[in-house]
């Protein structure tokens, strides 16, 4: 064997997602020293996945699609906060310091999509994460996995709080003539003291309307998804007013809200925050949240108001809009994420 150094270090074999679960359970996440901690503190753990597309049950459509687990975006609220605990970590920090990166998945996803038992079934694109946090920027598994599923002519529906989706704004173009693609904004609330409370990650509520306008005029089907309303930071008419204003303003072709839910890992986390930092909110989150729904009555409330509001600025429902294009209806409880997870 030869004694000269290599010119290039190949590299090892990348951990399974299993590997990681394994190795942060015996060592908690200080064992994942792989991990490429970032300017924004966050820590980047490169994994292998056995496969990129998910079965799901029970829902409008069978498949969803995630190249990263966690989120630097932090929301207090994110349902996908409880999906960090597969990988022994928790809900609460480590969701939005510690994101797995899927450095396979788009090679994966073409062998997949390739296959000739492949029905080009709708597929959900962001469910457990989003695929344009702010790490999509250096790994691009986003666009190439857009890019792959027009060459398997597939149709998705992607929910994201990114504004870095106009950069692929020309591979969303090519792969809607190839197969149908709606584009979902999740824009909760543009009152700025909610949103720089509840997602102190995320873009500007008006720079993401802007990526919607930007998307529309190209001729992508975009809308914004105003998921969840939060109770007590949100919930005002006054807020959801100006929010739904500023979303037809901003030439949306559809609006879809929901009443925010909270269960597993998600509950645990929120409510620690509530009683860190608004203590004299707490009791009346424990009465509203007795189990993972808001009162049913509550929940009809303030969709009411949304309605009034939609058709008072001419804004069509998501429900109409995926109709004419198409695209699957999600059940109530998945509209928080665009679509079920």
């Not at 994460?129 to 691009?140: A, L």
């Amino acid at each position: 064997m030869s004694s000269f150094p290599l010119l290039f270090d190949l590299g090892a074999t990348k951990p399974t997602t299993r590997d990681i679960a394994n190795t942060v359970k015996a060592g908690g996440t200080a064992a994942l020293t792989e991990a490429d901690r970032r300017a924004d503190q966050a820590r980047y753990q490169e994994v292998t996945c056995r496969s990129a597309l998910n079965r799901v049950k029970g829902m409008p459509f069978e498949w969803t699609l995630n190249p990263y687990r966690g989120c630097t975006h932090g929301c207090h609220y994110c349902f996908a906060r409880r999906y960090h605990a597969q990988f022994e970590m928790d809900a609460g920090d480590e969701f939005a310091s510690v994101i797995l990166v899927k450095q396979n998945i788009v090679a994966v996803l073409a062998r997949e999509l390739d296959r000739p038992s492949w029905q080009r079934d709708y597929v959900a694109f962001g469910t457990a994460t989003d695929p344009y946090q702010p790490i999509e920027g250096h790994y691009k598994l986003s666009r190439a996995m857009i890019e792959t599923l027009a060459r398997g002519r597939t149709p998705f529906g992607l929910i994201t709080k990114g504004p870095m989706v106009v950069r692929d704004v020309d591979v969303l173009v090519e792969h809607a003539r190839a197969a149908r693609n709606t584009v979902y904004m999740s824009v909760p609330t543009v009152d700025e003291d909610a949103w720089r409370q509840l997602e102190p990650g995320t873009a500007h509520p008006l720079q993401r309307l802007r990526a919607v306008r930007a998307l529309v005029d190209a001729g992508v089907n975009a809308g914004v998804l105003m998921a969840p309303i939060v109770p007590g930071f949100s919930s005002a008419r006054g807020k959801i007013e100006r929010t739904i204003k500023a979303i037809a303003d901003h030439g949306a072709r559809f609006v879809g809200c929901n009443v925010m839910y909270l269960q597993d890992g998600t509950r645990d986390h929120f409510m620690h925050f509530i009683d860190r930092e608004f203590p004299g909110m707490k009791p009346r989150f424990e009465r509203l949240y007795v189990k993972k729904y808001p009162p049913e009555a509550y929940r009809k409330e303030v969709q009411s108001m949304v309605r009034v509001l939609q058709e008072r600025y001419g804004l069509r429902k998501r429900k109409e809009a995926n109709a004419e294009h198409g695209s699957p209806e999600a059940p109530p409880e998945s509209e928080q994420v665009g679509f079920a997870w």
